[in-house]
């Protein structure tokens, strides 16, 4: 298993489940069969952007900030999201699919929604396929070949 998956699993249990300690973020990996120390843990929930927060009773858990709709994410980001998780490119018109692992369609989506492209009007993701809305005037071949370049593909 890929760093990357890795740490989208951890991402989908902290959506899933309360958690308030490291030790319980690696004994639900393990529960999915995913070995890891609570330093590889701890490692994760940092690059993540997981922080904890109180809810109602006191108690506090590790959650995953959005980022904010009008914050616009920095191109290395989108560089290592695309690089990490865009398996296939393909273009039609004015859109352009994107193939992912299962279950990181959205992961890619994110990124690219709060990326603050111009040439990219908006995103659809399912599970491991998305459509990205390529602007008018640059087509999706133009920016299939762009996404392949920020993702470090061989157009």
Request: hydrophobic share 45%; proline share 3%; charged share 25%.
């Amino acid at each position: 298993m890929t760093k990357a998956h890795r740490q989208h699993r951890v991402s989908s249990i902290l959506e899933e489940h309360t958690v308030t300690s490291q030790a319980q973020v690696v004994e639900f990996l393990e529960a999915k069969g995913i070995t890891a120390t609570q330093a590889t843990v701890s490692r994760d929930l940092d690059e993540l952007g997981a922080i904890k927060v109180r809810i109602s009773g006191g108690e506090t858990i590790y959650a995953i900030p959005e980022l904010p709709v009008d914050r616009v994410a920095p191109e290395d980001h989108l560089r290592r999201v695309l690089g990490d998780w865009m398996a296939d490119v393909v273009y039609s018109g004015n859109l352009v699919v994107l193939r992912t692992p299962p279950g990181s369609a959205h992961v890619v989506a994110s990124a690219l929604d709060r990326a603050g492209m111009n040439e990219i009007l908006g995103t659809v993701a399912g599970d491991d396929t998305m459509i990205v809305v390529a602007a008018e005037e640059v087509g999706g071949k133009k920016l299939a070949a762009r996404l392949r370049e920020l993702a470090g593909m061989d157009s």
